[in-house]
């Protein structure tokens, strides 16, 4: 048996057990917490929630995380049930175990915060497909009327849609109509989920979005080594951690394929080139199955190299919150050029996040994707999915 030692990459929590008796349940009696909570372990190097015994508890508190002791001195089996739960380590070769570690020593060393480590990759998603029951937008629409419906039913109304603070005093607005290009493109701004297939998005369009959302417009350096970029959004540090991966469908002039773009020179570097239809469905795959945004004439994946911002925020609690936000902010700069080049957009946080990062050769713990956005020229037909918003607030009975 090799050495092993307790990842400090896991949480621990009581969940309630129930005893399940059958004539109650028949009878729709609600059944009643087990006298004794179930220990679950939810461990961040597999992203997975188990259930442990009380013996795998007394063990792991009796192993530590800062050195390896030997595993004879322990029963076998429940030693390898813990390494293959993900909450011990082990020194040997085996190759599931090497990979652990180095997930263990990768979270470590890249300095992610404990709790931020737990909820990226507890919520990350692998293989989830809307489309297994789902036909198609008309139906899509009308299930999600439908769920909509069942949420008033069972919990009632949302809250209301703006909040209203009533106060002594107000201000009132001039509420002046602004027409100068910039509030025309922001008002123009739209989430679109049909692109027009029989047309090519322009390459000085896909030049553009590059250039404007991703590229790099400048340099600063304060201490020797250490390099700031400026982009057109914000970026705690400077450090803007999140690159763009294209899967780029239907492009003049530039093949399909999932690509690196490199901001430095302003390149695409191409990963892996494939037909136009396969590339479509892949990215169909990242998205969840939501084919309406797959259609997009280009996909970006928004990746984050972890330690670019963990680097100087490190092991703290807000950084993984930035990261996300960054992530919002290049979407929005992403609809804002699309709408200023009369192109649709989307965004979506609805990804298989661990699905992407094998495609894509990611080291997750690493670099690891946080949303998808694409855009492209949008078709003429209105699509079943798109909110129609008017000027006036629609009747309301409460
Ligand atoms: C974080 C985030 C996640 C989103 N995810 C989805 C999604 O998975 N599927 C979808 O159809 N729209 C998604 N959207 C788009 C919203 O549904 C859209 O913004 C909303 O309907 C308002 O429409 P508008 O963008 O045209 O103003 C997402 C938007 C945001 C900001």
Redesign the pocket.
């Known amino acids: 048996m090799s050495n092993v030692r307790r990842t400090e990459h896991a949480f621990f929590s009581l969940e309630d057990d129930y005893v399940l008796d059958p004539v109650s349940l028949l009878q729709g009696i609600e059944p009643t917490p087990a006298a004794k909570a179930q220990i679950v372990a939810l461990a961040v190097l597999t992203g997975e929630r188990c259930e442990i015994s009380h013996e795998d508890w007394s063990v792991l508190v009796s192993i530590p995380v800062d050195g390896w002791v030997s595993g004879d001195r322990y029963d076998p089996a429940l030693i390898r049930g813990l390494l293959e739960k993900g909450l011990l380590l082990s020194d040997s070769s085996e190759p599931f175990f090497r990979e652990l570690r180095e997930r263990d020593e990768t979270l470590t060393e890249t300095a992610w915060h404990p709790y931020a480590g737990l909820y990226h990759f507890a919520t990350r998603w692998s293989g989830i497909d809307i489309r297994e029951d789902i036909d198609g937008d008309e139906d899509l629409a009308a299930l999600t009327e439908a769920a909509v419906r069942e949420l008033v039913a069972e919990h009632g109304f949302p809250p209301t849609e703006l909040p209203h603070v009533r106060a002594t005093e107000t201000v009132s607005l001039p509420g002046r109509i602004r027409t100068e290009p910039i509030y025309r493109t922001l008002t123009e ?3 679109t ?1 049909v692109f027009d297939l029989e047309r090519p998005m322009a390459l000085d369009d896909l030049d553009a979005v590059l250039r404007y959302v991703f590229g790099c417009h400048g340099y600063a350096s304060r201490v020797e080594g250490v390099v700031c970029i400026k982009r057109t959004s914000p970026s705690g540090g400077g450090l803007h951690p999140i690159t763009a991966y294209p899967i780029i469908t239907n492009v003049e002039g530039v093949a399909p394929g999932v690509y690196h773009y490199n901001a430095d020179d302003h390149s695409l570097a191409l990963l892996s080139a494939m037909p136009a239809k396969e590339t479509r469905e892949l990215a169909a795959q990242f ?2 199955g ?1 084919e ?2 797959a259609t997009a004439h280009v996909s970006f994946v928004l990746a984050a190299r972890f330690y670019r911002n963990h680097w100087k925020y490190r092991r703290h609690p807000r950084a993984y919150a930035g990261m996300l936000m960054e992530a ?1 902010h290049l ?1 929005q700069t992403l ?1 804002l050029i699309a709408a200023e080049l009369g192109l649709g957009a ?5 990804i298989n996040g661990a699905d992407i990062e094998t495609r894509l050769q990611l080291d997750g713990f690493d670099t690891g994707a946080l ?1 998808v956005c694409g855009c492209g020229p949008r078709a003429s037909r209105a699509s079943a ?3 129609k ?1 008017t000027a006036r607030r629609p009747a309301v009975t409460r």
């Open positions: 701004r739209r989430t989920r998205v969840c939501q309406y945004f919002g979407s609809y989307y965004v979506t946080i609805a949303a999915l798109e909110p918003f």
